[in-house]
Each structure stands twice: as C-alpha cells, then as structure tokens.
C-alpha cells in the first residue's frame, strides 16, 4: 500500500510542478499584453454564456456527430472528475469511497456510462479524422494546418484514462474493493461480481474477462491499473499545458471575456483609436506582437485548432492564402516563440507582424465577412484581430493594395469610393415618377423617415434600381420620407474595414453631424453597410439614431397591410448580406417580405448564419480578386443550383457582385439578381 502511496503522489506532485510552471509562464506573458476595454459582463451575464457555450456546446452541436462526441467528451471529462477522486483514494486506501455519496448505484451507472460515451466518442473523433486526414495540399480538410500528431496523443491519452479506469474498477470489483457494492463480497472472484452493484455496467464487463485470471493476479492488476491511471491523469495535465489541448482550461475564460452578444457589429477599438488624444507615441494598430491586448493573445492561447473557421470562410473556399484557424496558430506559435522578449518587455527585438508572420495577401484576403467568428466555439475574435492589423499597415507604414488607395483618395477628396462627388448623387431621382423632398436643412416634423441612400445606391447603376424601387414602394405606402441627397458622403465603412480608423472618423463624424443638423429622428437605408455603421459603431462617437434597415420597414408594411402582394410565378432564393445577416441578425425580415410577394422560397444550402459572403465586404468591393477562384461566383453557382430564377439580396454590395456573378455565367437572360424591393415592387397589384 505504501509504495502505491508513493508512486503515486509523487508521480502527481512532479507533473504538477512541470504544469504549473507552465501555466505559471503562460499567466505572465498574457498579463504582458495591452489592456481591452471592458469585458466583463458581470456574473449572471458570464454564468448564462458558460451556461450555454461551456456547458450546453451550444455552437459545437451545430455539427451534430463531432457535436456530440465533443459533448459527452467534455462532460465525460467533468463528471469522470469523481472517479480521479476513487482513483487517489484508493492509493491509501483500498476500500475507499466518497463519503455520502460513494456507494450510491446512481454514481456508479454515470461514472461508467460516462467513460463508455467518452470512450465511443473517441471512436468518432478518431473515424473523422481518418475520413478528413489531409493529404499534403488538400485545402478542402478542415485539418489542413492543424497540428495533427498532438491530436492523436490526445486522443490516446484520453482513451488511456479510460481504459485503464475500467481495469482498476474490473479488478476492484474481483478483489471486492470496488467502492459500489450493495452486499459484502465474499473470498472469491465470482462472490465479489455477484456483490458489485450492477449498474456498474462497463465495469462489470470488464471484470467479468479478469476474472479468470484469479484473485491474487487480479490483487496486482488492480494496484498497478490504480497508479497507471493516476500517472496517465498527470501525464495528460502536462501534456494539456503544453498543447493545443490547453483550450480545456483556457476555452471557459476566453469565453467569459469575449465581446457579447458576439465580436460582429461594430469593429472593437482600443484607447489608442481616439484621434483626438494621438500623440507622437501613439502606435494604431498592431504592428508587433507586443501591440496586441491580452485578450487577443487570450485568444491565439486558447485555439483548439479545430477548423471550423477555415472550412466557412470564403477566402479560403476560393483559394485565397488567408484561413483564419492558420492565421490565429501563425500569430500563437510566433507569440510563444518570442515569449521571452515579451516577458522582458523588449519589444524592439520583435519583427514587424506583417510579413514576417502574416503574408500581406493573406491580411488584405479577409472580407470581415464574420463566418470564423460566427463558427468558432471557444469565441475567437478574428475580424478585430485582422483589422487591427491593417490598422496598423494602413496608418504606421502606409502599406495596402494600390487599388485601395484610389478608393481611400476618392473617399478623403470626393466623400465616396467612386470619386464621383456630391453632385451625382441626386440622379437616381430622375428614374421616379413624383418627386421626392430633399433636405437642405432641418427634416421637418411631419416628415416620418430620412431615407439614407448610400454611396452605391445613389452612384452605381445596378444598386439604384434597389433604391428606386425601396422609394417607390415608400411611396405608394404613404410613407412620408425624404432624402438628403448632395449632404450624403459615405459612412466610413470601408475606410474602417481597410485599416484607415483616421479617415472612417473623420467621414462618420461628418455624416454625424448632418444629421444631427437635419434633426433625422428614423434613418432607414438599404446598404447594410451603412445600417451596420450608423446602428453600431456611430454611437461610440456621439452618434444615437434610430436606424432601420429597408429590408425591416417593407416587411412591417407587408405585415400591417400597407402594401398589397400578388401572386409572383417567382421562384426566390434569398442571399443573406453578412453585414446584415450574420453582423445584425436580420434574417427574417427580408424572408418573410419575399415570402408575402406569393414567390416560392428556396433556400441555400449555406444561409442564415452560415450564409457565403459575395466577396465585397472588408473593402475587397475595390480590391483586385487575382488568386484563386472568385468568391462571387462561388456563392452565385450555390444560388443558381436551387433551381431558383430570381437570386434576391437586401444590400447594393451584394447585388453589385451576384449580378457580376450570374452575367459571368451566361445566365443573366434567365436568372435576374433583385433587390427586396424590386421583388415587392414586380408583385404588387
Ligand atoms: S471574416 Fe470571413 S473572410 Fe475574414 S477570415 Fe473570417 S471567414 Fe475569412
Ligand atoms: S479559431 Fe476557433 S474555429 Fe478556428 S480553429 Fe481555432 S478554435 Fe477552431
């Protein structure tokens, strides 16, 4: 019994000491990041999100089967924390049971019904991986880049935990040491099974093969299978510490400091972002990695290199360099690596990030389209992390794609993307058959709605038919509204999205102050860049609209009977904006306007959430696509193999690029990209 004793704790005690130290050196060098604005959402708040993403899985289920197996993997891991307890015990002594309730059956049958659903999630884990094992430049893996051979170690030390918790409890229960027994055993083996508690099921099974051997064999077996399972748990906290597999401890926290109700919406910013306190020093961006917060190296820490976000995002599906899973394990094998400089806070020793960690193509690919954030189950907050990379690229070094630099020059000198000016934005009026107010000073009080146009609706020739109809529509439902058109200059949306923070300040205070001057009460606009800019980033500087998206006010005008649908031989398959959709939760509204027109629905496969996006977002709208396939057309033979002969959409961006797309293929005689409102429009009686 001593040398058990022995064994055992001191196995215990030295892996402590080597996973300590590591978490020990893994505590300093986060505490070496920035500070974050505030991110803790207070108790309640924090124990409903652990709740349902810890505990419930909620985003892992999303895939069922490796849903599944991770469930009962993690709480396997959580309820098998009691038999770790037998599992010391029974180093001092062999009749050891958790007082109260370590005799009970109900314990007995969830310790082996736990360790048997994890050891079958094993199985799964292990089928998936072979099915998905990535040959060497197989893209299509989610694997692909993962660290594979760390996996396979998990997998098999888990399944070690297992396997040699069922021996010892197989020989517990021979020897009649087994802590659930509802009589006294007797001297030999087959008294003891008949005395162990049968809802021990898996145990049983197992002692049921050793018993054969006899009880002296079984004497060892036990006490051997009782240190291997103790010496495996330690061995695996090491491993844990030192491996991807760290995301079973780091996974709760980054969850319970991440931006909610998701890092979509608005971009997050840090202290250094507020151009009226710049200083010499101040450094926008990240440039190094000693620029980054700790929650951003929180996250680099805490990726499970699982490949969710890499098999959602659209870059990556066309070809791209970018994947978001490589882009987070390049920036933590680099953070990790120059952990030293870190820890002695020498900064001027680190490489500039970008391109000595992140290919520049691989920081100008990203659409902010939001699938990684949307897809990631330990809460990864990727599009902040990219764009504060551009920040930093854009405004420090003055480095971006030149075509970008037209688009940036035309925003600064003409107040849009085009260079178009002022002047042009009153022509799309021309097409309507009444006219509609334009405001050269305060809105006035019996004017419902300022109708906000947008840099596309009012200049490009294929997002202002979207406009042309949302007025129209606005019209014939007696909805009073007005325009501002020449006092429109963009948003800021991509200025902010390609990195330039100064400029989208300095173009969002401008539109602040004109409608605050106009007095605009209810602010609607059909690009859902601007409705993602006004409703959530224009109130952190001093901004507070009411904005409703066009897609919101023709669904209510549907829903209340102020608008009067035919029946549309149409048959519509919606494309969900991601700056709408998956950055503002609008699904419905679009959907249920559509559906109201009498047009059959057919959806695609990737919508809602996991809609694809057209390729626009991020500022990529003015961007050269060169490498891979283009991601408009991705998404436009998806819309296209519905079968559907109107692909719809609720933002100019989209209409722009899936228009581009279906023309590309050779269809647009049969198949015709509308907005919602052009759909309504062409169905109502
Ligand atoms: S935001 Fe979209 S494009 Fe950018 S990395 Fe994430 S999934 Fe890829
Ligand atoms: S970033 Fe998130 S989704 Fe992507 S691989 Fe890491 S854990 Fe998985």
Excluded at 190 to 217: I, M, Q, R
Excluded at 240 to 264: D, M
Excluded at 553 to 569: D, E, K, M, N
Aim: proline share 4%; hydrophobic share 45%; charged share 20%.
């Amino acid at each position: 019994m001593l040398t058990r004793s022995l064994l055992g704790v001191g196995i215990t005690l030295i892996c402590v000491a080597i996973a300590g130290r590591r978490f020990n050196w893994l505590a300093r060098l986060l505490r070496s990041g920035k500070p974050t604005e505030r991110r803790w959402q207070g108790v309640r708040r924090t124990a409903q999100v652990e709740a349902t993403e810890v505990l419930g899985q909620r985003r892992l289920l999303r895939w069922t089967v490796p849903g599944l197996a991770h469930f009962f993997t993690m709480w396997g891991f959580t309820v098998l924390l009691t038999t770790i307890v037998e599992a010391y015990g029974a180093l001092f002594s062999r009749n050891f049971h958790i007082p109260l309730i370590g005799q009970s059956n109900w314990l007995a049958f969830v310790e082996d019904f736990f360790a048997t659903a994890v050891l079958v999630s094993l199985v799964v884990f292990a089928a998936i991986r072979v099915r998905q094992a990535p040959r060497r430049k197989d893209r299509a893996s989610r694997f692909y880049g993962s660290h594979l051979g760390a996996a396979w170690v998990a997998l098999g030390m888990i399944s070690l935990v297992i396997v040699t918790l069922l021996l010892y409890r197989g020989a517990q229960i021979n020897t009649g040491h087994f802590p659930f027994a509802h009589a006294s055993g007797g001297a030999n083996v087959s008294a003891n099974e008949g005395a162990a508690s049968p809802w021990a099921f898996a145990s049983l099974v197992v002692a049921h093969w050793l018993a054969p051997l006899g009880l002296g064999v079984n004497s060892v077996l036990e006490a051997v299978f009782v240190i291997a399972n103790v010496a495996v748990i330690a061995a695996f906290m090491v491993f844990l510490a030192y491996s991807k597999h760290l995301h079973i401890f780091l996974a709760p926290i980054n969850i319970a400091f991440a931006r909610r109700p998701r890092a979509l919406g608005a971009l997050a910013t840090t202290p250094d972002m507020d151009m009226e306190k710049v200083t010499e020093d101040t450094v926008f961006g990240v440039g190094h990695l000693s620029d980054f917060t700790w929650k951003q190296m929180l996250d680099f820490s805490t990726c499970t290199e699982c490949g969710r976000c890499q098999s959602v995002c659209p870059a990556w599906n066309t070809g791209k360099p970018l994947s978001p899973k490589l882009l987070i394990m390049g920036l933590r094998d680099t953070m990790f690596a120059s952990a030293d400089q870190l820890l002695r806070g020498e900064p001027g020793e680190l490489a500039t990030l970008v391109p000595t960690t992140i290919d520049p193509d691989v920081l100008w690919s990203c659409t902010t389209c939001g699938a990684c954030v949307e897809q990631c189950p330990v809460d990864i907050e990727h599009v902040d992390t990219i764009v504060d990379m551009r920040r930093y690229e854009v405004l420090m070094e003055s480095r971006f794609p030149t075509e970008a630099g037209l688009m940036l020059r035309n925003l600064e000198n003409q107040g849009d993307p085009w260079g178009m000016g002022a002047s042009k934005r009153l022509e799309w009026t021309k097409e309507l058959e009444f006219e509609v107010p334009v405001f050269d000073d305060t809105i006035p009080e019996d004017v419902e709605y300022l109708y906000w146009i947008g840099c596309a609706g009012a200049l490009d020739e294929r997002a202002r038919t979207q406009v042309v109809s949302t007025a129209r529509v606005l019209h014939r439902a007696g909805i009073s509204f007005g325009i501002l058109g020449p006092r429109e200059s963009c948003t800021g949306d991509p200025a902010r999205r390609l990195g330039n923070e100064y400029l989208f300040q300095e173009l969002a205070k401008n539109v602040i102050t004109t409608l605050n001057e106009a007095r605009a009460r209810t602010v609607i606009t059909s690009c859902a860049h601007c409705f993602n800019t006004m409703k959530n980033e224009y109130p952190a500087l001093g901004g507070h609209f009411d904005v409703a998206h066009h897609s919101e006010v023709l669904q209510h005008l549907v829903a209340t009977g102020r608008v009067q649908l035919g029946a549309s031989g149409d048959v519509v398959t919606y494309h969900d904006p991601c700056y709408l959709g998956r950055h503002n939760r609008v699904f419905d509204e679009p959907r249920d306007a559509l559906a109201a027109s009498g047009a059959t629905m057919v959806e695609m496969d990737r919508s809602r959430e996991t809609s694809f996006c057209c390729g626009a977002g991020g500022a990529r709208m003015w961007m050269e696509e060169n490498t891979g396939s283009r991601i408009n057309m991705n998404r436009v033979a998806e819309a296209l193999d519905t079968g559907a002969n109107v692909i719809a959409a609720a933002c100019p961006f989209c209409i722009i690029m899936l228009d581009d797309g279906v023309k590309a293929t050779g269809r647009g005689d049969d198949v015709a990209v509308m907005d919602i409102a052009q759909v309504i429009e062409r169905s109502w009686q």
